[in-house]
């Protein structure tokens, strides 16, 4: 089984600190074990359909109570529900954007200004449907950056930089960034496969961390703010 650690729980939240590699939802093309199926076991519970009268709740069972997620080379701050109405909660303040997360990641290059926006839509790379992009017609994508510091050494310039997206879009954070043309180290699909691979060796890992998720609490209606550190591994890097 694999180790969680446990930021914050209740009666209706469960919030963990998310390791890189895992993968946060079960699919028929997932072989590992997931956040979902750690949640299952954690909470000694089975989330499938429930009785008849649960159909309203067919979303929070098959979802395992998991309301977003990271991406498998992603690591931090990962919120899930344990109840159905927690769930349809947390869904409604993603949905309205009332939910703040931070992120930190190292790119390549420097940025042209401390502090800026990228509004720009994303939708499926036409071209490989791994990948994301942006497109013309792609949904609304807004995160903002700022510089907290930089490096230089025998691999090039970097860049630490704070992310805050205001929309929650599939790789959003990367394309954006490397749109910018700073990409994040370590980013196999948007750093270049030569770039990432030096950076493998060096990283040992993508450069991405989801540092801080402010939410308002379902239970308790008190506004909650769950903060992860960053890795050793990748701290020890800086």
Known sequence: MIEIPIIY?????????????VVVNRSVTQHEETIQDWVEKRLGVIWEMGEIGEIENQDFW???????????????????????????????QFKEREIEKEYIALVHGTPLQKEFVVNAPLGRNPRNRVKWAIVKD?????????????FK????????????????????IRVHLASMKLPIVGDILYAGRKRSKTDLEWCGRMFLHATRLTLTNPATR???????????ELNKLL
Do not use: M, W
């Open 9 to 21: 729980q209740d009666e209706s939240i469960l919030v963990v600190d998310k390791p890189f590699g």
């Open 62 to 92: 098959e979802r395992g109570g998991i309301v977003h997620r990271l991406d498998k080379d992603t690591s931090g701050v990962l919120v899930i529900a344990k109840t159905p109405e927690a769930f349809t909660e947390l869904q409604r």
């Open 138 to 150: 792609g949904r609304e994508s807004v995160t903002a950056f700022s510089v907290i510091s930089q």
């Open 153 to 172: 050494n025998e691999y090039g310039d970097f860049s630490l930089i704070k992310c805050i997206p205001t929309t929650g879009r599939t790789h959003q």
């Open 222 to 232: 008190l506004r909650s703010t769950f903060v992860s550190e960053l890795p050793k």
